[in-house]
């Protein structure tokens, strides 16, 4: 199976994908889902493969969204009526429904599209120069399902909302207090410590680690449906003035001027 935007490696039980855009701080576009799904979906199906790491090439992002190179008047390349432009809802789907514990390894950057990435899987190591932390309020968008909702399930509601709300940026040892990752270590070590997690995994019942997973999801599936909502509203959003705005906001390196859209019967 051949890859442009991802590298796929499958070694002594555990499955590597990797997110292999550095120059953009492996920011995903269309291609780089679509490769992501099946690489998944690839993993999930070999009974070799007991776990899945999901990590970024180089050392300065795990990963930072969507690529603003792909986003256009009414949002990104290839957008209908019906979702964005990017498979970002089936990808949630296939990391948290692969019958495998899926690891974060988060080395550098985590935000907006790329901090949800890590959210989703089972489990997160970070190395001590991750930043974590979302844009959409800043940029003009917005993921208003396992990106708000499940996070309030790690974190808790009041620290979710301040993620969201504030959009400020979190440091490694900020996230492992809030419950957002589950470890932190050296970035020498990063790589090391996920596969010695895996390892750890792959001496466990398999069928019972599918079930663990199957009930953990079975209390927030509920969330996909709002997902899919969110996901279908934010494509008509990135149509209005005010997205666009919070676009090329942050294409022209400035603060974004929303005063104009608090006003009630907003353009927007």
Request: hydrophobic share 40%; charged share 25%.
């Amino acid at each position: 199976m051949e890859f442009g935007d991802i590298l796929f490696e499958k070694e002594s039980g555990i499955a590597t994908i990797t997110i292999n855009r550095p120059k953009v701080l492996n920011a995903f576009r269309r291609q780089t889902l679509e490769e992501m799904i099946k690489a998944f979906e690839d993993a999930g199906q070999d009974p070799e493969i007991g776990v899945i790491l999901l990590t970024g090439a180089g050392d300065r992002a795990f990963c930072v969204g969507g690529d603003v190179k792909e986003w256009g008047p009414s949002g990104y390349d290839s957008s209908s009526w019906i979702d964005i432009g990017l498979p970002v809802v089936r990808l949630h789907e296939v990391i948290r429904s692969v019958p495998k514990p899926v690891i974060a390894v988060v080395n550098g950057y985590a935000i907006g599209g790329g901090h949800v990435l890590q959210v989703v899987c089972d489990l997160a190591i970070a190395s001590q120069n991750a930043v974590f932390g979302q844009a959409g309020p800043r940029v003009g968008s917005f993921d208003a399902g396992f990106g708000t909702a499940y996070l309030a399930r790690l974190v808790g509601e009041r620290k979710a909302r301040e993620i969201w709300m504030l959009c400020r940026q979190y440091s490694a040892d900020e996230a492992l207090n809030m419950g957002l990752i589950n470890k932190v270590v050296e970035p020498s070590e990063l790589m090391e410590e996920a596969r010695k997690w895996a390892n750890e995994i792959l001496r466990l019942s398999p069928s019972a680690l599918k079930m663990i997973k199957a009930s953990f999801n079975a209390d927030t599936d509920h969330i996909h449906g709002l997902t899919q909502l969110a996901f279908g509203a934010l494509n008509f959003f990135y149509g209005t003035p005010e997205s666009i705005e919070g676009h090329r906001a942050f294409i022209e390196k400035r603060t974004p001027n929303f005063s104009e859209f608090r006003v009630r019967g907003e353009r927007s």
